[in-house]
């Protein structure tokens, strides 16, 4: 028998990376599709998938839309991606975060137990619900301490996970992945405004780039290597949480030395501090533990940050030739 997912969020950057193993896998693949004018199909279209998903309308605000997405679908497992998931934007929308990253959590969990509660459910937290860490290297255990209105939002789509497990005995998994990137990432991101401000002052195209704060440290994977850990999570017999991450920690500073590098070039001569990109309150770093994940679910990450850095400046080197 075929198996059905849905994924919401399908057009950010992890959706077409979850979509695209699901589908070599042999799923039937629904994305749930908030239409909003712009090409969002980009990334699908990326990685050749775009033709291979059906894509449904839907809203996370709009609970009858994910009644629907759940009808049509038949979903055996659902991956709720969709958010409102720049830091940066939390503050100056902390309402439509607080509803679209935070209480839709609700509308997606009812969907799934009003349609079919024997779907497999993943909720997308986040390892900024660490935020003020509270234990030098952050694993399930560690209390949490957000730092940002999304990290808020989070945490309660976080806990309101483990209450519908326990509530209804739901197979609901909770990944508490730690950033991830590709060049799939979007331009406002910091790992992605840099390669591809790389990318354009070595083609003559930029003269500087503007940063905040390149002394805050993030334990950065591939996001190819961390869906896999979203879909293993969906296998077990027993519904669980997970710290997802590389066990290595790197300055935002580090990480241009690194892209700029790659093309010879010395990140000194480019950078800016700019206090603009400065947040209200800052996560200064982050450091996941993986060990349960390598243990319960024989996942590690594979791909070292100078090839995931190196692959996005690639990615955009080509893509501002093109431009
Ligand atoms: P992303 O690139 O920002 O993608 C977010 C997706 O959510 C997009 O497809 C977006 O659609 C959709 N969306 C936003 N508002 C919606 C709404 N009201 N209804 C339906 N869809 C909506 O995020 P990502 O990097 O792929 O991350 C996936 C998930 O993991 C997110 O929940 C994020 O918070 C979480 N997470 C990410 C990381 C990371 O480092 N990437 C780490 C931990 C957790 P449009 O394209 O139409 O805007
Ligand atoms: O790339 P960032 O915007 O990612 P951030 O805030 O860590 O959040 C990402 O990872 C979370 C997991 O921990 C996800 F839940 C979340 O959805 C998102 O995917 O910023 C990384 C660091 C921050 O300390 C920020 O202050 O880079 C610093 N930074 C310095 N200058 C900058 C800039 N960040 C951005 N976006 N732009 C800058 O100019």
């Not at 009808?71 to 659902?78: G, I, N, R, Y």
Request: aromatic share 8%.
């Amino acid at each position: 028998m075929t198996k059905s997912a849905l994924i919401t969020g399908i057009t950010g950057q992890d959706g077409p990376y979850l979509a695209k193993l699901l589908l070599q896998k042999g799923y039937a693949v629904h994305g749930l599709i908030a239409r909003r004018g712009t090409d969002t199909l980009w990334r699908l279209r990326e990685l050749g998938i775009e033709n291979d998903v059906t894509l449904i309308n839907g809203d996370l605000l709009d609970l009858s839309s994910l009644i629907r997405a759940m009808q049509l679908s038949k979903a055996d497992e659902v991956y709720n991606l969709a958010a409102q998931s720049f830091v940066a934007t939390s503050w100056e929308q902390p309402i439509l975060t607080a509803q679209v990253t935070g209480t839709s959590v609700a509308n997606v969990l009812e969907a799934v137990r009003i349609v079919n509660p024997q779907a497999h459910f993943y909720q997308a937290s986040t390892s900024e619900m660490f935020g003020l860490i509270q234990a030098e290297q952050q694993d399930e255990t560690t209390p949490f301490y957000p730092r940002s209105p999304y990290g808020v939002a989070k945490l309660y789509g976080h806990w309101l996970t483990i209450n519908y497990r326990e509530s209804f005995q739901l197979h609901a998994s909770s990944g508490i992945l730690f950033n991830h990137e590709s060049p799939l990432r979007g331009i406002e991101f910091v790992t992605r405004k840099v390669t591809d401000a790389v990318a354009r002052i070595k083609q003559g195209k930029q003269k500087e780039l503007r940063l905040g704060n390149v002394d805050s440290k993030r334990d950065w994977g591939f996001a190819g290597d961390y869906v896999q850990a979203m879909w293993l999570m969906l296998q077990q017999e027993t519904p669980d949480d997970y710290v997802i991450a590389t066990g290595r920690t790197t300055t935002v500073r580090d990480m241009c030395e690194i892209a700029f590098r790659h093309v010879g070039l010395n990140y000194q001569d480019y950078l800016v501090i700019d206090p603009k990109f400065y947040r209200p309150a800052e996560v200064d770093v982050l450091l996941g533990n993986p060990a349960k994940a390598k243990q319960k679910l024989g996942w590690e990450a594979s791909t070292t940050l100078e090839e995931l850095i190196t692959m996005m400046v690639d990615a955009d080197m080509r893509r501002v030739e093109k431009a």
